[in-house]
């Protein structure tokens, strides 16, 4: 299971305001399904896997599940090789190993 760290760029620009993208390496945040609890929707499919692969929509159940560790939210590109979630994962994985780089941190722990 890898990080949903963070991917941030600031870059320069003519303009009074640079271009700054912060975001996560995931789909969605965790945050973004708290808020689908909250308002009683399913997490859209795709975002969220568990431990067999198997794409989970269950909300409530998720949020729980992720405290356990038997699921997870996808990269970006969601689920499977149809949206293109080997790219997320690619770069999440870049970006994992950057961050445990830098901090001299544990690899690949939940």
């Given at each position: 299971m890898?990080?949903t ?5 600031g870059i320069?620009?003519?303009d009074e305001f640079?271009f700054?993208i912060d975001c996560?390496?995931s789909t969605?945040?965790r945050?973004?399904?708290e808020?689908y ?16 692969g198997v794409?989970?929509r269950?909300?409530e159940q998720?949020?729980?599940d ?8 996808t990269p970006?590109?969601?689920a499977?090789?149809e ?17 445990v780089a ?6 690949g722990?939940?």
């Open positions: 890898l990080g760290n963070p991917l941030t760029f320069p620009t003519a640079p700054v996560a390496t969605n945040q945050g973004k399904l808020q609890a909250r308002e009683g929707k399913l997490t859209p499919k795709g975002a969220v896997v568990d431990i067999n794409e989970r269950d909300t998720i949020l729980v992720i405290g356990k560790g038997t699921c997870a939210l970006v590109g969601g499977g090789d949206l293109g979630g080997y790219k997320g994962y690619g770069w999440g994985t870049v970006v994992e190993l950057l961050c830098a901090q001299s941190g544990p690899f722990s939940a």
